[in-house]
């Protein structure tokens, strides 16, 4: 198992790409993906909470491909919502 490394670069470069929160009824819970990261799928009790975790899974999900040697997807550009 690799060791995260959640400095405030990778943080950042993982909070660049698209972050999708929904409510699930059926589980009671709040799902955050991350459509451009592959299997990124976080579960939690809030939806601020989906995405702090999202976000640290997306720098781990980026750190494991460079470190398989895969290129990674440059983040699309997006309209952020407030």
């Known amino acids: 198992m ?10 950042e470069e993982a909070s660049r790409y698209e972050i999708v929160v929904i409510w699930d009824n059926n589980d009671g819970i709040f799902v955050a993906r991350m459509p451009e990261l592959p299997g990124v799928v976080i579960h939690a009790d809030t939806p601020e909470e989906a995405t702090s975790h999202a976000i640290r899974a ?3 999900w980026l750190a ?10 440059a983040p699309k550009s997006m309209l952020l919502a407030r």
Not at 3 to 10: A, I
Not at 64 to 73: K, L, Y
């Open 2 to 11: 690799m060791e995260s490394d959640y400095s405030p670069e990778k943080l």
């Open 58 to 60: 997306g720098a781990d």
């Open 64 to 73: 494991a491909e460079r470190a398989f040697g895969h290129a990674v997807p």
